[in-house]
């Protein structure tokens, strides 16, 4: 089975902190992606990667950056963690998009700023 | 661009009762149609998914047809369980994009 792992289930940290969020797919997938998710708001693309050193805006990348050094590793930043950051965030993986294939999630990660 | 539509519920239906969860969308060509679904405080997991027009996906019970006519991918089942209860994700991959999802429908099964 395809795995997903998120680096922790919950987190709290202080306004102003640097968060390092990790999420690592065993499958030798191409692309990983991070979402966040709301209540009311569904899931919202962050970042994206379709490859090693490669990384793509999605729809909310403010205050956000990621790290792609190895295939299997993708890391979202919160350069400076704010209350509105406050979420859950969910790493998925994909083989490549030129191909039918469905995304795997991991567990997600329910951050909360303080 | 691409967009999915969806019930946004909640949806409360007792036991044994009939699901049916409204699910269209809007993209060119043909995209691949995924339900994805979403325990408390668990990541989502694919339920079933469709590749081309006319196709059924179906896992666990549940049954999606992709109805290019329509533009259409309602999520049903015929006989829910208390177990079912979670929120249910319409999505969409196509070709050159990412994937798009829907809403959520959140589905409460009472005893």
């Known amino acids: 089975d395809v795995k997903v792992t998120q680096s922790s289930r919950y987190l709290v940290k202080r306004t102003g902190e640097k968060v390092f969020l990790e999420c690592v797919q065993d499958m030798d997938h191409e692309n990983m992606f991070w979402y966040r998710q709301d209540p009311g708001l569904g899931l919202r693309l962050i970042y994206f990667?379709?490859?090693?050193?490669?990384?793509e805006k999605g729809d909310i990348p403010e205050g956000y950056s990621v790290s792609r050094e190895k295939k299997e590793r993708f890391s979202l930043i919160l350069e400076s963690a704010s209350t509105n950051q406050t979420s859950m965030y969910l790493c998925?993986?994909?083989?490549?998009?030129?191909?039918?294939?469905?995304?795997?999630f991991g567990q997600g990660t329910r951050l909360t700023v303080v | 661009g691409d967009s999915v539509t969806q019930m946004e519920g909640p949806v409360t239906l007792s036991e044994e009762a009939f699901l049916t969860i409204n699910c269209t969308y809007t993209?060119?060509?043909?995209?691949?149609l995924f339900w994805y679904v979403q325990y408390p405080g668990e990541g989502l997991q694919l339920l079933l998914k469709?590749?081309?027009?006319?196709d059924k996906g179906s896992n666990k019970g549940f049954e999606a047809t992709y109805r290019k006519e329509t533009t259409s991918f309602h999520l049903e089942k015929g006989s829910v369980q208390v177990s079912d209860s979670a929120v249910y994700f319409c999505?969409?991959?196509?070709?050159?994009?990412?994937?798009?999802f829907g809403p959520g429908t959140r589905l409460s099964v009472l005893p």
């Open positions: 993209a060119t060509g043909y995209p691949s």
């Open positions: 990667s379709y490859d090693v050193k490669m990384k």
């Open positions: 998925a993986s994909s083989r490549d998009r030129g191909r039918v294939a469905e995304a795997f």
């Open positions: 469709a590749t081309k027009a006319d």
């Open positions: 999505a969409l991959f196509h070709y050159g994009q990412n994937f798009v």
